[in-house]
């Protein structure tokens, strides 16, 4: 069976993910672990984002230039130095086929966990999850804007397990680009300040 710290950083991930892609006229009420269905109505693109971009949505003044190595090889995102120093660096897996986009996962022996995964369901980037807090403000549980190494990111889920030491984060790469980051680590008080130091990691890395 399933235990539920196996159970919680997917389904925490497959939210935020989720969310980032309600991105139409109508707000959308996504379903934590849901999959995307197999045929998608139109998605929003730049010349029609289906919703006006709230004003405070940020923008990507220096994107990522080779994005499109690191969707390819989700695992070159952090060296193994860089995991061994988040502690993270006894399993490395890498899944080119989720739903969601190419992923990478990251654990140690005691099963804590980094889940780094370029979404392809958010045309809008960062942008997006702006656009739904403003269609649907009370999907979130937290919506909070940090600064990863100049790129604009949110920490952001429909459920709160911070507490519990599950933190998730969305940043964007370009504009048209997202990288979304759960981190689950038993026990941790403050599980989103160790997600931040993986996340400016991983932009360091992307832009060497």
């Known amino acids: 069976m399933m235990s539920f710290r196996t159970a919680v950083a997917p389904a925490v991930f497959a939210t935020l993910l989720?969310?980032?892609?309600?991105?139409?006229?109508?707000?959308?009420?996504?379903?934590?672990?849901?999959?995307?269905?197999?045929?998608?109505?139109?998605?929003?693109?730049?010349?029609?984002?289906?919703?006006?971009?709230?004003?405070?949505?940020?923008?990507?003044?220096?994107p990522v230039q080779n994005v499109d190595r690191f969707i390819n090889k989700p695992c070159d995102t952090l060296t193994r130095d860089q995991a061994a120093q988040l502690g993270l660096?006894?399993?490395?897996?890498?899944?080119?086929?989720?739903?969601?986009?190419?992923q990478c996962a990251y654990f140690n022996e005691k099963r804590d966990r980094l889940y780094?995964?370029?979404?392809?369901?958010?045309?809008?980037?960062?942008?997006?999850?702006?656009?739904?807090?403003?269609?649907?403000?009370?999907?979130?549980?937290?919506?909070?804007?940090?600064?990863?190494?100049?790129?604009?990111?949110v920490f952001a889920d429909a459920t709160d397990l911070r507490p519990s030491g599950v933190c998730g984060?969305?940043?964007?790469?370009?504009?048209?680009?997202?990288?979304?980051?759960?981190?689950?680590?038993?026990?941790?008080?403050?599980p989103c300040s160790i997600l931040k130091k993986a996340a400016e990691f991983a932009v360091k890395t992307m832009k060497q």
Not at 35 to 60: H, R
Not at 172 to 190: A, N, R, S
């Open 18 to 62: 989720l969310t980032a892609s309600c991105s139409s006229d109508e707000p959308g009420t996504p379903t934590a672990g849901a999959q995307p269905p197999a045929s998608q109505p139109a998605e929003p693109t730049a010349d029609n984002p289906g919703g006006e971009l709230p004003p405070d949505a940020p923008k990507v003044t220096d």
């Open 89 to 102: 660096n006894d399993n490395i897996e890498e899944d080119l086929q989720n739903d969601q986009g190419p």
């Open 116 to 153: 780094v995964t370029f979404s392809k369901y958010q045309p809008l980037g960062i942008a997006g999850l702006y656009l739904n807090k403003q269609q649907t403000p009370e999907f979130y549980a937290y919506f909070e804007p940090v600064d990863i190494s100049g790129h604009p990111g």
């Open 169 to 190: 984060l969305s940043v964007g790469l370009t504009d048209k680009q997202t990288v979304t980051m759960v981190l689950d680590i038993q026990g941790e008080k403050d």
